[in-house]
T-cell receptor, first 116, second 114 residues
Framework: GAVVSQHPSWVICKSGTSVKIECRSL??????MFWYRQFPKQSLMLMAT?????????EQGVEKDKFLINHASLTLSTLTVTSAHPEDSSFYIC????????????FGPGTRLTVL | GQNIDQPTEMTATEGAIVQINCTYQ??????LFWYQQHAGEAPTFLSY????GLEEKGRFSSFLSRSKGYSYLLLKELQMKDSASYLC???????????????FGTGTLLAVQP
């Protein structure tokens, strides 16, 4: 149980375009999902906390108008990188937590974004 | 504020035992997690400690001392497939821990050699 999927697994886009990444909890309902960014050889940096039915809470330094987050249902959250630039190239990972044993976060497989 | 420290890299030999340390400073500690992450993949949950002591799970064990702000992950009978990054993460009630937000350390890249 506790499987989280992400789509797409990788995407290459031109500078200035927008990219949408989907995160789904497949076998449980997640009232809270998290979006992380990870640069090579670095740890996970939390971008925002996504709450179902309400606005996302962004971490300091993360532009909410550039990284649009929508949590429309208990099993789906989306991250849209608007007007992407090469510096946005990164590994984007989502996670979801349920009311499991430890309330641990379960991570999706990640999306590799490359902006040309 | 919050601060989590781990060694950046470690090397160990197949079949041996390795201990990866993690120290943390938080205002409202509410649990510590260890995750394993292979290159290009998402982290996978290894262990959870919220009370002092040792939690054993097969070849992996995790220890916590809340008074010292210290944890370690112990890997026994190392296998080549254990080569990965190991992330220490803390749940801090003062950092939105009620929403299960985690603060991650920089991770320890473990290389297991034959």
């Amino acid at each position: 149980g506790a499987v989280v999927s992400q789509h797409p697994s990788w995407v290459i886009c031109k500078s200035g375009t927008s990219v949408k990444i989907e995160c789904r909890s497949l076998d449980f309902q997640a009232t809270t999902m998290f979006w992380y960014r990870q640069f090579p050889k670095q740890s996970l940096m939390l971008m925002a906390t996504s709450n179902e039915g309400s606005k996302a809470t962004y971490e300091q330094g993360v532009e909410k108008d550039k990284f649009l987050i929508n949590h429309a249902s208990l099993t789906l959250s989306t991250l849209t990188v608007t007007s992407a630039h090469p510096e946005d190239s990164s590994f984007y990972i989502c996670s979801a937590s349920n009311s499991g044993t430890y309330n641990e976060q379960f991570f999706g497989p990640g999306t590799r974004l490359t902006v040309l | 504020g919050q601060n989590i420290d781990q060694p950046t890299e470690m090397t160990a030999t197949e079949g041996a035992i390795v201990q990866i340390n993690c120290t943390y400073q938080t205002s409202g500690f509410n649990g510590l997690f260890w995750y394993q992450q292979h290159a290009g993949e998402a982290p996978t949950f290894l262990s959870y400690n919220v009370l002092d002591g040792l939690e054993e799970k097969g070849r992996f064990s995790s220890f916590l001392s809340r008074s010292k702000g210290y944890s370690y992950l112990l890997l026994k009978e190392l296998q080549m497939k254990d080569s990965a990054s190991y992330l220490c993460a803390v749940r801090d009630l003062a950092y939105g821990g009620a929403t299960n937000k985690l603060i991650f350390g920089t991770g320890t890249l473990l290389a297991v050699q034959p």
